[in-house]
């Protein structure tokens, strides 16, 4: 690997660290690392969704990602969100929702486009590339475009130009449905008393806050990869993602690679710099495919 794996910035980063958002005693960060060579005119832009369970993780966990592509010629991200808190397999009373995290990775991406002048970023080449959790987050804010955090500014678009997924969450029924509060969504209207109409009304939001299940024509192109032996999140489920998005007429490539467990493309955890390295190198090819 041509690049440091550490979880942290380093002198030798061309970096920035910005806050993008302040939202309920949280200042979430952007890492924004120059590309080491600029094309003429402006770069292109990849920005990081990093997993966790969406109760952990930092947007340190996916540096070494940038620094590889920025050693490419581009402008790279890494972002934070407010993370969740559990509470016996449930979101606690006062965790923040799924939707608000989607609200804030949404915003990360506004953010950068609006901004793009100054870092020197093209707004119409933007990569949106998140793992696991992460790669939930990705497929949220390329699909859920109905779902919206009161006052908002929709005026620039948070759908990025093309969608890398890796083992990705695409939809919350089964073994992820836990992860779905009680609560109403914003624009919700009040729960109906009894348990029936609770358990239905959990179903229902579980069906929106699904990016498999809201998918349009409007879906970037998309590169999604997963590994076979991957049991925390199932491969059959991003080959329904991928199949769906190809039948709306979307270009997909679904790769699935056999040997390979759960965040086989992050550094410093199980994976193998070969299938680190594999990751890499394909999302390149996808990406230059397009520019």
Known sequence: MDVSGEWELLPEDRAETIVYRRIGG???????????QSEPGSSPCIIFIHGGGFTGGE??????????????????????????????ERPAADSVTLDECIADCKAAVRFVRRHADRWGID?????????????????A????????????????SCVPDLLVA???????????????????LPDEPPVAEGEAARRLARFRRA???????????????????????????LPE???????????????????????????????NYRASDEEIGHALE??????????
């Open 26 to 36: 949280y200042d979430l960060r952007l890492l924004l690392l120059r590309p080491d």
């Open 59 to 88: 947007a340190e966990m996916l540096l070494p990602q940038c620094r590889w592509f920025a050693k490419r010629g581009f402008a790279c991200v890494t972002a934070d969100y407010r993370l969740m808190k559990m509470e016996e």
């Open 123 to 139: 707004p119409g080449r933007i990569v949106l590339a998140g793992e696991s959790a992460g790669g939930y987050l990705a497929c």
């Open 141 to 156: 804010v390329s699909a859920l475009h109905d779902l919206e955090a009161p006052g908002e500014d929709t005026t620039v």
């Open 166 to 184: 890796y083992n990705p969450i695409t939809q919350l029924a089964g073994k992820w449905g836990h992860w779905v509060q009680d609560a109403p």
């Open 207 to 233: 069906r929106r806050l699904s990016p498999l299940w809201s998918l349009t024509e409007r879906h970037p192109p998309l590169l999604i990869m997963h590994g076979l032996e991957d049991a925390v999140v």
């Open 237 to 267: 489920d991003s080959a329904a993602y991928a199949d769906k998005v190809s039948e709306l007429g979307v270009e997909v490539r679904l790769e699935l690679l056999p040997g390979s467990d759960h965040a086989f493309a992050l550094f």
């Open 282 to 291: 394909t999302t390149l090819k996808f990406v230059r495919r397009f520019w």
